[in-house]
């Protein structure tokens, strides 16, 4: 799982049809101080997440999984990336 932060909303008026009916957004990848670290990339959002909110997003075949878990008779969805959660705080670095 990484992090990131949505900075904007992907149109695509024409689709595979595995993805008919997926929201996708633009995210940057950031680092655990909130710093962005390397380029934006466009992912299938499976929580419902809103412009400038922190989640977590993963890639390659796991991110697949969820749009496929939710959509049965799916076998295959071009999917690269996946917003799976939205992050509620971080705490990085901190000491007891």
Known sequence: MYLGRV???VWATRRH????GGRMVLVQPIDDTKEPV???LAALDTVGSGAGEIVLYVTAYEAAMPWLE???GLEVAGVDA???GIVDRVDAGAST
């Not at 049809?17 to 008919?20: D, P, R, S, T, V």
């Open 7 to 9: 900075i904007g909303t």
């Open 82 to 84: 996946s917003v799976i």
């Open 38 to 40: 390397g380029q934006p």
């Open 17 to 20: 049809q595995a993805l008919e």
């Open 70 to 72: 939710s959509h049965p």
